[in-house]
């Protein structure tokens, strides 16, 4: 496990791509997609599911057309209708998100536990809220790197393999390491590189916090 991003990080790169205003022309075009869409998945025309859900053949017509602003209640009342939940009728709203992009070698670099030893970490980007809990790493080894203290966090950890060989261990278990081998742990076992076999060494870490998880 590498250092969290928490740690102090030097010569960020990252550009984030921020989402667009949200505007009630976006809300009505998702919700006309969704409500055309799932009453043709139910085999219902127009007609009989105005009159499933109550409101007029027209009305219907026009909010699958994105002619015109649902009520809430109108809303419940095809959510009802469509048996889905009423936040299934806004997917798609909200399509501009937030992104992160980060060109190869531009990555912010952290320092922490291994920086010391030659672990060089790379941090690939780190969204804001309830999304940060997901955070990818470089991690580089060189001829200079030297083993370090294990490591033991909350979450789960997937590593991948890009270059050289490595034995890597958690808990009592050890595993070699190579070129496009993968391994996921539970981060609440003690882990880490326990043997550099074939230096350069380069492998993703993205560990994957709980949502309580707290910084």
Do not use: W
Not at 175 to 194: A, C, I, Q
């Amino acid at each position: 496990m590498p250092p969290r991003s928490a740690d102090v990080v030097h010569d960020t790169a990252e550009r984030e791509v921020a989402p667009d205003a949200l505007t009630g022309d976006d809300l009505e075009q998702a919700i006309a997609h969704q409500v055309r869409t799932l009453r043709k998945a139910t085999g219902l025309s127009v007609g009989d599911m105005a009159e499933k859900v109550g409101i007029s053949k027209a009305m219907l017509s026009k909010i699958e057309n994105a002619q015109t602003s649902c009520s809430l209640s109108t809303l419940a009342r095809l959510a009802a209708g469509l048996d889905v939940p009423v936040t299934s009728l806004f997917r798609g709203a909200d399509a501009e998100r937030e992104a992160v992009y980060v060109e190869s070698g531009h990555g912010a670099v952290i320092v922490g536990r291994g920086t010391r030893v030659g672990h060089h970490y790379e941090l690939l980007g780190a969204l804001r809220g309830q999304h940060k809990r997901l955070e990818p790493v470089l991690v580089t080894l060189t001829d200079s790197s030297e083993a370090f203290p294990r490591f033991q966090h909350a979450g789960t950890e997937l590593l991948y393999m890009l270059e050289g060989v490595m034995v890597y261990g958690h808990g009592h278990a050890e595993y070699t390491l190579r070129p496009g081998d993968s391994l996921l742990l539970d981060g609440e076992g003690v882990h880490g590189p326990k043997d550099l076999v074939r230096l350069p060494i380069r492998f993703l870490a993205v560990t994957a916090y709980p949502d309580n998880h707290q910084d």
